[in-house]
């Protein structure tokens, strides 16, 4: 009899979709993972990363409770850590982005980072978007949640280096046509996002659209069917779609 194996537990993470409004439309900061990561290497992907014990601890000494109030914090310290954007209240010094590769060596805590530049963090900048948990036949899994954040104008984004190898701002359809034409690699949670984005002529209206939609968690579940694999999903967690057809079997 062969043993099951035993279900991963999935890390809790945050992931955060960056945007800015452009004269052809909405735009959203996105990075590409080095290539020698084990997950999604070489792919195209939104700043994000695993909550830490230093997230929580930071969380709680601002009265941020639970697992929510800790993940709005990890949010914050990774789109500084891998987009170079802080998302705090009032100004933000103009050095602040030199700070980005010691928070990223882990030479220095993101509660001392904002300390050392006198400014406090802003949870409250980020929109709750969506809730996607990596499925239970993974040997790695996520709980991630996405948030929306408004990038400020006056701060510069900008890739880590280590990570991220590459970084861009880019109007979701486009992000969409290019992978369809082979030149970038999204997974799917990543697609399935982009694909919401892109209904949405304006920064505004995303911002609108996931202010009136509840966040519903979606751990997809998925089939082989002859074109590929066939993911199902809830129509009430906002993508308009209830089913999604990848041909990609490592991205799923």
Request: contains cysteine.
């Amino acid at each position: 009899m062969t043993d099951t194996p035993p279900i991963a537990v999935p890390n809790l993470a945050a992931t955060v979709l960056l945007l800015r409004q452009s004269d052809s439309g909405p735009e959203v900061f996105m990075v590409v993972r080095h290539g020698d990561i084990a997950f999604a290497g070489g792919a195209l992907v939104f700043p994000g990363g695993r909550l830490d014990a230093g997230d929580r601890d930071l969380a709680a000494s601002l009265g941020l409770a639970g697992d929510a109030g800790a993940l709005r914090i990890c949010a914050l310290r990774e789109t500084f850590e891998e987009a170079a954007i802080l998302l705090a209240r009032g100004p933000v010094p103009r050095t602040a982005a030199s700070w980005q590769s010691k928070l990223c060596a882990d030479e220095i805590s993101f509660a001392a980072l904002l300390e050392g530049l006198g400014v406090e963090p802003a949870p409250d900048a980020l929109v709750h978007f969506a809730h996607w948990i990596t499925p239970p036949n993974r040997p790695k899994r996520f709980d991630t949640h996405f948030f929306l954040a408004v990038a400020p104008e006056d701060q510069e984004a900008a890739h880590d280096g280590g990570e991220a190898v590459d970084s861009v701002w880019i109007s979701p359809r486009l992000a969409l046509s290019e992978a369809d034409a082979g030149k970038r690699k999204l997974v799917v949670a990543t697609r399935l996002n982009l694909m919401r984005l892109a209904r949405f002529d304006s920064v505004d209206a995303i911002l609108a659209h996931a202010e009136d939609t509840p966040v519903v968690t979606i751990e997809p579940r998925s089939k082989q069917v002859p074109e590929g694999r066939l993911m199902t999903l809830p129509l009430a967690a906002g993508y308009g779609v209830t089913s999604f057809l990848s041909t990609d079997p490592a991205s799923i």
